[in-house]
Protein backbone atom coordinates (compact mmCIF):
# COMPACT_ATOMS: atom_id res chain seq x y z
CA UNK A 1 0.00 0.00 0.00
CA UNK A 2 1.49 3.28 -0.96
CA UNK A 3 0.43 5.92 1.78
CA UNK A 4 1.46 8.65 -0.25
CA UNK A 5 0.87 12.37 1.56
CA UNK A 6 1.85 15.94 0.15
CA UNK A 7 1.83 19.75 1.07
CA UNK A 8 1.56 21.08 4.65
CA UNK A 9 0.76 18.02 7.28
CA UNK A 10 -1.14 20.41 10.11
CA UNK A 11 -3.76 19.51 12.38
CA UNK A 12 -6.71 19.29 10.32
CA UNK A 13 -5.08 16.93 8.34
CA UNK A 14 -3.96 13.99 11.44
CA UNK A 15 -7.64 13.25 11.70
CA UNK A 16 -7.70 12.11 8.13
CA UNK A 17 -4.19 10.27 8.28
CA UNK A 18 -6.01 8.77 11.14
CA UNK A 19 -8.93 7.53 9.14
CA UNK A 20 -7.19 6.58 5.92
CA UNK A 21 -4.63 4.15 8.11
CA UNK A 22 -7.21 1.84 8.39
CA UNK A 23 -6.79 0.62 4.56
CA UNK A 24 -3.10 -0.74 6.35
CA UNK A 25 -5.08 -3.55 8.52
CA UNK A 26 -5.07 -5.18 4.62
CA UNK A 27 -1.90 -5.09 3.55
CA UNK A 28 1.38 -6.58 3.63
CA UNK A 29 3.64 -3.42 3.52
CA UNK A 30 3.26 -0.16 3.65
CA UNK A 31 5.38 2.62 1.74
CA UNK A 32 4.45 6.46 3.66
CA UNK A 33 5.52 8.93 0.80
CA UNK A 34 6.56 12.07 2.51
CA UNK A 35 8.42 13.39 -0.21
CA UNK A 36 5.91 16.40 -1.07
CA UNK A 37 5.19 17.15 2.25
CA UNK A 38 6.30 20.96 2.52
CA UNK A 39 5.30 20.94 6.65
CA UNK A 40 5.06 18.34 9.39
CA UNK A 41 3.34 19.70 12.38
CA UNK A 42 3.48 17.69 15.50
CA UNK A 43 -0.20 16.54 15.60
CA UNK A 44 0.29 14.91 11.94
CA UNK A 45 3.63 13.45 13.31
CA UNK A 46 2.08 12.27 16.38
CA UNK A 47 -0.28 10.71 13.59
CA UNK A 48 2.12 9.16 11.56
CA UNK A 49 4.10 7.93 14.37
CA UNK A 50 0.59 5.89 15.41
CA UNK A 51 0.21 4.30 12.06
CA UNK A 52 3.82 3.53 11.55
CA UNK A 53 3.60 1.70 15.34
CA UNK A 54 0.38 -0.05 14.35
CA UNK A 55 1.42 -1.24 11.29
CA UNK A 56 4.69 -2.82 12.77
CA UNK A 57 2.75 -4.37 15.88
CA UNK A 58 0.68 -6.35 13.19
CA UNK A 59 3.71 -7.39 11.80
CA UNK A 60 3.45 -5.26 8.33
CA UNK A 61 6.90 -3.96 6.61
CA UNK A 62 6.86 -0.26 6.76
CA UNK A 63 9.04 1.76 4.14
CA UNK A 64 9.28 5.51 4.35
CA UNK A 65 10.22 7.65 1.60
CA UNK A 66 11.08 11.55 1.49
CA UNK A 67 11.84 12.10 5.37
CA UNK A 68 14.41 14.72 4.71
CA UNK A 69 14.61 18.61 6.21
CA UNK A 70 11.78 19.80 9.21
CA UNK A 71 10.13 16.73 8.26
CA UNK A 72 12.90 14.14 8.63
CA UNK A 73 14.20 16.50 11.78
CA UNK A 74 10.52 16.07 13.08
CA UNK A 75 10.37 12.00 12.67
CA UNK A 76 13.85 11.65 13.79
CA UNK A 77 12.56 13.88 16.95
CA UNK A 78 9.54 11.40 17.97
CA UNK A 79 11.85 8.56 16.63
CA UNK A 80 9.94 7.26 13.88
CA UNK A 81 12.77 6.66 11.69
CA UNK A 82 14.03 4.64 14.64
CA UNK A 83 11.73 2.14 14.33
CA UNK A 84 12.20 1.24 11.06
CA UNK A 85 15.84 -0.59 10.24
CA UNK A 86 17.72 2.01 8.28
CA UNK A 87 17.21 -0.16 4.99
CA UNK A 88 13.35 0.37 4.85
CA UNK A 89 14.02 4.29 4.53
CA UNK A 90 14.37 5.85 1.43
CA UNK A 91 14.49 8.78 -0.67
CA UNK A 92 13.07 7.25 -3.72
CA UNK A 93 9.59 5.96 -4.29
CA UNK A 94 10.02 3.81 -6.77
CA UNK A 95 13.13 2.18 -4.56
CA UNK A 96 10.94 1.86 -1.49
CA UNK A 97 8.17 0.45 -4.16
CA UNK A 98 10.42 -2.45 -5.84
CA UNK A 99 12.20 -3.46 -1.80
CA UNK A 100 8.42 -3.40 -0.18
CA UNK A 101 7.45 -5.73 -3.15
CA UNK A 102 10.59 -8.02 -3.12
CA UNK A 103 10.13 -8.01 0.62
CA UNK A 104 6.70 -9.34 0.63
CA UNK A 105 7.27 -10.84 -2.80
CA UNK A 106 10.68 -11.84 -3.55
CA UNK A 107 9.85 -13.10 -6.82
CA UNK A 108 7.42 -10.04 -7.66
CA UNK A 109 10.46 -7.30 -7.91
CA UNK A 110 12.73 -9.35 -10.66
CA UNK A 111 9.10 -10.16 -12.67
CA UNK A 112 8.25 -6.10 -12.87
CA UNK A 113 11.60 -5.51 -14.26
CA UNK A 114 10.58 -7.58 -17.80
CA UNK A 115 9.78 -5.73 -20.31
CA UNK A 116 5.69 -5.25 -20.53
CA UNK A 117 4.35 -7.56 -23.35
CA UNK A 118 3.96 -5.96 -26.87
CA UNK A 119 0.48 -6.27 -28.34
CA UNK A 120 0.97 -4.33 -31.83
CA UNK A 121 -0.35 -1.08 -32.64
CA UNK A 122 -3.86 -2.14 -32.71
CA UNK A 123 -6.13 0.30 -31.70
CA UNK A 124 -9.99 -0.96 -29.80
CA UNK A 125 -12.90 0.22 -31.02
Known amino acids: LLFRLSGPMIFGVAKAINREHNAIKDCDAVVFDLSDVRHLGVTASLAIENAVKEALDEGRQVFIVGA ?58
Open 68 to 125: TGQTGRRLRNLKVLSLLPPNHIFESREEALKYAAHAVSPGLAERSEQPPLDYGSTALS
